[in-house]
């Protein structure tokens, strides 16, 4: 039976209901993931050409089976769609992917006096989340205003805890010292709402409520109370001024424009907040068949939260599941949610702006994609490489004297970074400074493993650091493209400066096999920057993940010097906390939340830490344990 015949076969087997359809290639995985409200229609549409999408042809061609889910409705269709589009990422549906990891204001109301702080990513907990912000200084600036006009706290919660007395902030205005009680809870509480709505874009609203606030403080005769809300009314009427791109309504809309050059599509959103365009966020080009309708409602799907929802979406499409869509939306915000196709006026001219700045962003994408692919074809030539780089791995050791050593390695992809070859190792075969045999080590653990082999393998380091691979790779009988990248100084140069009285200036040269002098890419900077980007990349990876481990055995050898800590309670504390780090960071009533850490011991462990690297003003500290041990005793 051909393949045809038993897709044919699938189809009229198919049920007459809503659900999701799974088409996979010969191996048995998931090419593609749709949903329908009459599952035999949709499936039949494919096989008989009624579907006249560009994407309908290109799978059918792809596709040897097909597997289906029901559903009791269209609504619970759309759920699973999402979700197993999700699992099984397909590769021929559009899977939208930020072109960077957006700043957010986070606030958490459940604190007692809750603050402010800038996050990258939103957690699924009861927090409050403002943002996102298209850059961090424009989330920067924001908090630094917040904390001006409304002067919320910033301490972390441990200094919060500890304060013997109020900090600079409150000596400069710029804090209320809710840490010694100069505000009561009410009071900072009526601040942090008018900093949730000045975010939430209750501008207008909050002017007014403070103006009212202000007159009655006035009738009370609370003269300096009224006089800093004058100043916060100023400072607020002032930033609406500054903001000239208002266009009207005072709605929360995301604006979604589309630009479509061949098969490549790009995605711009416009924030509109309060009638106030704000910034936008965008996404990676991407290739695909799909129509404008799939990508909308796959850039739609992304709404994870209600916290980033607006309640108005500008759409240039129509879309063939509006309905449903638009009433899942408005179960995840709370509230309606209304999709808009404008024609004309404000709107219109929105929508515009989005796919004009989509347009800008794929060109400047192009740009920049055919800058790196010049780069990379000069690294083949200029280095003699049997193939284009588009693949390349770095490695790097760090350790002090041999102590917590540890391996990384990075992997670009066409000049870019892909976290998902990162590796991370630990030295098991020696303890001694050897950076030689630490090399051999994670080179032979990397490639006597599943993965694939980079089109070129940079290690850190000069002509040593490459003998090495090279033996590596010879033992394993492996061809590979390998190079060595060490910065050092040129000789005659170093010799030249020395005599002219200048410091010695270093420059990247990379070493060959086979080649007894080193190439300077220096007149190529374009080529060389992708290099340096690599072995930097490395050499952070390792570094950070040296520091972790040090971390940790540090802390393991401080709790090994306490009677009452074995490897039982040890581990209880890393497990607790996640971190040897947050360990560290934590209070004398988060270490007492460990089970199995009572009272006498987590003061033990604190005083332990505090003397192994806890923040300054020790004495301070240790007289609030003394006095925080003495309180829990009587």
């Not at 972390?156 to 505000?183: M, S, T």
């Not at 380091?461 to 492996?478: E, M, Y």
């Not at 910065?487 to 020395?498: G, P, Q, T």
């Not at 007149?523 to 340096?532: M, N, Y």
Request: glycine residues 6%; proline residues 5%; charged residues 30%.
């Amino acid at each position: 039976m051909d393949e045809n015949t038993a897709l044919k076969e699938k189809m009229t087997s198919a049920p007459r209901c809503p659900g999701v359809y799974m088409m996979q290639d010969a191996s048995g995985k998931v090419i593609y993931v749709g949903k329908a409200n009459d599952l035999k229609n949709r499936i039949s549409s494919y096989l008989t050409g009624r579907d006249t999408r560009p994407m309908a042809p290109f799978l059918m061609a792809r596709a040897s089976d097909i597997a289906f889910i029901t559903t009791a409705t269209e609504k619970e269709a759309l759920i699973l769609e999402n979700n197993l589009i999700k699992k099984h990422r397909p590769r021929y549906n559009v899977i939208l992917r930020d072109d960077k990891t957006y700043y957010h204001l986070s606030l958490d109301p459940a604190e007692t006096f809750p603050r402010l702080r800038l996050v990258r990513k939103r957690q699924n907990d009861a927090a409050l989340y403002f943002g996102p912000y298209p850059s961090g200084l424009a989330a920067k600036e924001t908090l630094r205003f917040i904390q001006r006009i409304f002067p919320l706290r910033t301490c972390r919660d441990r200094d919060f805890q500890l304060r013997a007395r109020p900090c600079l902030e409150y000596q400069i205005g710029r804090c209320l010292a809710p840490c010694k009680n100069r505000i009561d809870e009410a009071a900072y509480r009526t601040l942090v709402e008018n900093a949730v709505s000045f975010l939430r874009g209750r501008r207008r609203e909050l002017i007014s409520d403070l103006k009212k606030q202000m007159e009655q403080a006035a009738q009370n005769l609370r003269f300096e109370d009224a006089a800093r809300l004058r100043d916060r009314i100023g400072a607020l009427e002032h930033a609406l001024e500054k903001q000239n791109v208002d266009w009207g309504g005072g709605r929360n809309q995301d604006v979604l424009g589309v630009h479509e050059e061949g098969d490549f599509r790009q995605l711009c959103v416009l924030l509109v907040r309060a009638g106030k365009l704000t910034g936008s966020k965008s996404f990676m080009p991407f290739k695909t068949k799909a129509d404008r309708g799939e990508i909308i409602s796959s850039a739609l799907m992304q709404y994870d939260d209600a916290s980033g929802m607006p309640e108005e979406i500008i759409l240039p499409v129509r879309l063939p599941d509006e309905e449903v869509m638009a009433e899942w939306l408005a179960e995840k915000r709370g509230k309606k949610v209304v999709l808009t196709v404008p024609r004309r006026g404000p709107k219109k001219a929105l929508l515009e702006m989005a796919c004009a700045n989509a347009r800008e962003l794929f060109l400047s994408y192009r740009k920049k994609e055919e800058q790196k692919s010049a780069a990379l074809q000069i690294l083949q030539r200029k280095l003699s490489l049997s193939k284009l780089p588009r693949r390349m791995e770095c490695y790097d050791i760090s350790n002090i004297s041999g102590k917590s050593a540890v391996g990384s390695r990075v992997t670009f992809q066409d000049g870019e970074p892909d976290k998902t070859g990162y590796r991370r190792f630990r030295i098991k075969t020696s303890d001694a400074p050897d950076d030689y045999g630490m090399m051999r080590e994670v080179l032979t653990r990397r490639f006597q493993g599943p993965d694939p082999a980079p089109d070129l393998l940079v290690v850190d380091g000069g002509k040593g650091q490459l003998n090495v691979a090279l033996a590596v790779l010879n033992d394993l009988k492996i061809q590979l493209d390998v190079i060595g990248l060490a910065k050092e100084e040129r000789s005659f140069l170093a010799i030249k400066r020395r005599l002219q009285g200048k410091p010695a200036k270093s420059e990247d040269r990379v070493y060959l096999p086979r080649r007894k002098d080193a190439i300077y890419l220096s007149s190529s900077p374009a080529a060389l920057s992708i290099l340096q980007r690599l072995r930097n990349e490395a050499h952070r990876f390792a570094l950070t993940y040296h520091r972790k481990v040090r971390v940790k055995n540090d802390l393991s050898s401080v709790l090994d010097a306490i009677p009452d800590i074995g490897l039982s309670r040890r581990t209880r504390l890393l497990k607790h906390f996640g971190s040897a780090e947050r360990v560290r960071k934590a209070s004398l009533d988060d270490l007492q939340k460990v089970p199995g850490i009572g009272r006498d011991l987590a003061g033990k462990i604190y005083k332990a830490l505090l003397r192994e690297g806890r923040p300054s003003n020790h004495r301070q500290h240790e007289e609030g344990l003394e006095s925080w041990i003495g309180r829990k005793k009587q």
